[in-house]
Protein backbone atom coordinates (compact mmCIF):
# COMPACT_ATOMS: atom_id res chain seq x y z
CA UNK A 1 0.00 0.00 0.00
CA UNK A 2 2.78 2.04 0.86
CA UNK A 3 4.69 1.82 -2.46
CA UNK A 4 1.34 3.18 -4.43
CA UNK A 5 0.32 5.74 -2.38
CA UNK A 6 4.53 6.64 -2.92
CA UNK A 7 4.55 6.08 -6.68
CA UNK A 8 0.69 8.62 -7.26
CA UNK A 9 2.86 10.75 -5.32
CA UNK A 10 5.93 10.79 -7.52
CA UNK A 11 4.02 10.83 -10.70
CA UNK A 12 2.11 14.31 -9.33
CA UNK A 13 4.78 15.55 -8.06
CA UNK A 14 6.92 14.91 -11.55
CA UNK A 15 4.28 15.30 -14.09
CA UNK A 16 2.21 17.83 -12.51
CA UNK A 17 -1.05 15.56 -13.28
CA UNK A 18 -3.45 14.15 -11.36
CA UNK A 19 -5.76 11.28 -11.70
CA UNK A 20 -8.47 13.28 -12.35
CA UNK A 21 -6.88 15.04 -15.31
CA UNK A 22 -5.66 12.06 -16.68
CA UNK A 23 -9.78 11.34 -17.21
CA UNK A 24 -10.36 14.69 -17.93
CA UNK A 25 -8.32 14.66 -21.42
CA UNK A 26 -10.75 11.89 -22.76
CA UNK A 27 -13.03 14.47 -23.09
CA UNK A 28 -13.04 16.39 -25.98
CA UNK A 29 -12.58 20.05 -25.63
CA UNK A 30 -12.75 22.89 -27.90
CA UNK A 31 -8.71 22.92 -27.46
CA UNK A 32 -8.92 20.30 -30.08
CA UNK A 33 -9.92 23.06 -32.64
CA UNK A 34 -6.82 25.40 -31.55
CA UNK A 35 -7.59 28.19 -29.01
CA UNK A 36 -10.35 30.23 -27.98
CA UNK A 37 -10.47 33.48 -30.27
CA UNK A 38 -9.57 36.44 -28.08
CA UNK A 39 -13.36 37.88 -28.97
CA UNK A 40 -15.12 34.80 -27.22
CA UNK A 41 -12.72 35.00 -24.10
CA UNK A 42 -13.64 38.89 -23.31
CA UNK A 43 -17.19 37.76 -23.65
CA UNK A 44 -16.65 34.73 -21.19
CA UNK A 45 -15.22 37.54 -19.12
CA UNK A 46 -18.05 39.93 -19.16
CA UNK A 47 -20.80 36.66 -18.40
CA UNK A 48 -18.57 35.76 -15.11
CA UNK A 49 -18.46 38.89 -14.03
CA UNK A 50 -22.15 38.92 -13.89
CA UNK A 51 -23.49 35.97 -13.09
CA UNK A 52 -26.15 35.51 -10.54
CA UNK A 53 -27.38 39.32 -11.78
CA UNK A 54 -30.41 40.23 -13.50
CA UNK A 55 -29.02 41.71 -17.07
CA UNK A 56 -31.20 44.20 -18.35
CA UNK A 57 -35.12 43.96 -18.32
CA UNK A 58 -33.86 39.77 -17.41
CA UNK A 59 -34.70 38.71 -21.11
CA UNK A 60 -32.43 36.28 -22.41
CA UNK A 61 -31.22 38.53 -25.49
CA UNK A 62 -30.59 41.17 -23.12
CA UNK A 63 -27.47 38.85 -21.95
CA UNK A 64 -26.20 38.37 -25.41
CA UNK A 65 -26.78 42.05 -26.19
CA UNK A 66 -25.22 43.44 -23.50
CA UNK A 67 -21.95 40.83 -23.65
CA UNK A 68 -21.53 41.86 -27.61
CA UNK A 69 -21.97 45.47 -26.71
CA UNK A 70 -19.21 45.22 -23.84
CA UNK A 71 -16.73 43.56 -26.32
CA UNK A 72 -17.57 46.10 -29.41
CA UNK A 73 -18.49 43.31 -31.39
CA UNK A 74 -20.30 43.75 -34.67
CA UNK A 75 -23.66 42.85 -34.77
CA UNK A 76 -27.38 43.72 -36.18
CA UNK A 77 -28.53 44.41 -32.55
CA UNK A 78 -31.53 42.45 -33.78
CA UNK A 79 -30.37 38.28 -33.80
CA UNK A 80 -27.16 38.32 -36.17
CA UNK A 81 -24.75 37.90 -33.48
CA UNK A 82 -21.92 37.45 -35.77
CA UNK A 83 -20.20 34.79 -38.25
CA UNK A 84 -22.89 31.83 -38.61
CA UNK A 85 -20.94 28.81 -37.48
CA UNK A 86 -22.14 25.23 -38.54
CA UNK A 87 -22.24 23.51 -35.40
CA UNK A 88 -22.16 20.00 -36.77
CA UNK A 89 -19.47 20.76 -38.59
CA UNK A 90 -17.39 23.41 -37.94
CA UNK A 91 -15.55 23.63 -34.05
CA UNK A 92 -17.73 25.44 -31.61
CA UNK A 93 -16.09 27.58 -28.66
CA UNK A 94 -16.89 28.98 -25.71
CA UNK A 95 -18.21 32.37 -25.81
CA UNK A 96 -20.03 31.87 -29.34
CA UNK A 97 -23.80 32.67 -29.20
CA UNK A 98 -26.52 30.08 -29.37
CA UNK A 99 -29.92 31.15 -30.93
CA UNK A 100 -33.16 28.72 -30.67
CA UNK A 101 -36.65 29.31 -32.64
CA UNK A 102 -39.24 27.05 -31.89
CA UNK A 103 -36.58 24.22 -30.32
CA UNK A 104 -37.62 21.19 -28.61
CA UNK A 105 -34.94 18.51 -26.53
CA UNK A 106 -36.31 15.25 -25.36
CA UNK A 107 -34.60 13.25 -22.86
CA UNK A 108 -35.41 9.84 -22.45
CA UNK A 109 -38.53 9.24 -20.08
CA UNK A 110 -37.69 9.14 -16.13
CA UNK A 111 -40.07 6.87 -14.37
CA UNK A 112 -42.46 6.59 -17.40
CA UNK A 113 -42.70 10.43 -17.78
CA UNK A 114 -41.28 12.07 -21.18
CA UNK A 115 -38.70 15.40 -20.35
CA UNK A 116 -38.94 18.06 -22.94
CA UNK A 117 -36.70 21.24 -23.12
CA UNK A 118 -38.51 23.85 -24.59
CA UNK A 119 -37.17 27.23 -26.57
CA UNK A 120 -39.70 28.90 -28.21
CA UNK A 121 -37.34 31.80 -28.65
CA UNK A 122 -33.91 32.01 -26.93
CA UNK A 123 -30.50 33.58 -26.95
CA UNK A 124 -27.51 32.06 -24.90
CA UNK A 125 -23.76 32.02 -24.62
CA UNK A 126 -22.03 29.18 -24.95
CA UNK A 127 -20.12 28.89 -21.36
CA UNK A 128 -18.65 25.59 -22.02
CA UNK A 129 -17.80 23.00 -24.68
CA UNK A 130 -18.57 19.50 -22.84
CA UNK A 131 -18.59 17.73 -26.26
CA UNK A 132 -20.31 17.71 -29.82
CA UNK A 133 -23.47 19.15 -29.54
CA UNK A 134 -23.14 19.39 -25.87
CA UNK A 135 -23.06 22.64 -23.60
CA UNK A 136 -23.14 24.31 -20.90
CA UNK A 137 -25.39 27.73 -21.55
CA UNK A 138 -25.04 30.89 -19.68
CA UNK A 139 -28.32 32.94 -20.07
CA UNK A 140 -31.04 34.06 -18.20
CA UNK A 141 -34.96 33.96 -18.40
CA UNK A 142 -34.73 30.03 -18.81
CA UNK A 143 -35.24 27.20 -16.16
CA UNK A 144 -34.75 27.84 -12.42
CA UNK A 145 -32.81 30.53 -12.35
CA UNK A 146 -35.24 32.62 -14.53
CA UNK A 147 -34.56 36.55 -14.88
CA UNK A 148 -31.05 36.19 -13.69
CA UNK A 149 -27.77 34.98 -15.31
CA UNK A 150 -27.28 31.56 -14.35
CA UNK A 151 -26.12 27.99 -16.23
CA UNK A 152 -27.55 24.44 -17.79
CA UNK A 153 -26.35 22.28 -20.25
CA UNK A 154 -28.04 21.51 -23.08
CA UNK A 155 -27.16 18.66 -25.84
CA UNK A 156 -28.33 19.21 -29.16
CA UNK A 157 -28.28 15.46 -30.42
CA UNK A 158 -31.83 15.53 -28.44
CA UNK A 159 -33.15 17.84 -30.76
CA UNK A 160 -36.36 17.06 -32.19
CA UNK A 161 -37.95 20.00 -33.38
CA UNK A 162 -36.61 23.84 -34.35
CA UNK A 163 -34.11 25.38 -35.51
CA UNK A 164 -30.58 25.98 -34.03
CA UNK A 165 -28.05 28.92 -35.17
CA UNK A 166 -24.51 29.37 -33.71
CA UNK A 167 -22.68 32.05 -34.32
CA UNK A 168 -18.94 33.98 -33.75
CA UNK A 169 -18.56 36.95 -31.92
CA UNK A 170 -16.86 39.70 -34.52
CA UNK A 171 -15.63 42.68 -34.70
Same mark, same amino acid.
Not at 28 to 57: D, F, H
Not at 146 to 157: G, S, V, Y
Given at each position: ????????????????????????????????????????????????????????????????????????????????????? $???? $??????????????????????????? $?????????????????????? $?????????????????????????????????
Amino acid at each position: MFRLLFFVLTFILFTGSSLHQLNNQTKPKSSACGETPELNKKILTYVKANMGKRLGNGECWDVVAGALNYVGAKWDKKFNFGKLV $DYKK $DCVFPGDIIQLNDAMMHDEPVKGVHVY $DEYPQHSAIILEVKNTQEYILA $DQNFGLGKNKLNTHPINLKKLTKGTVKVYRPVK
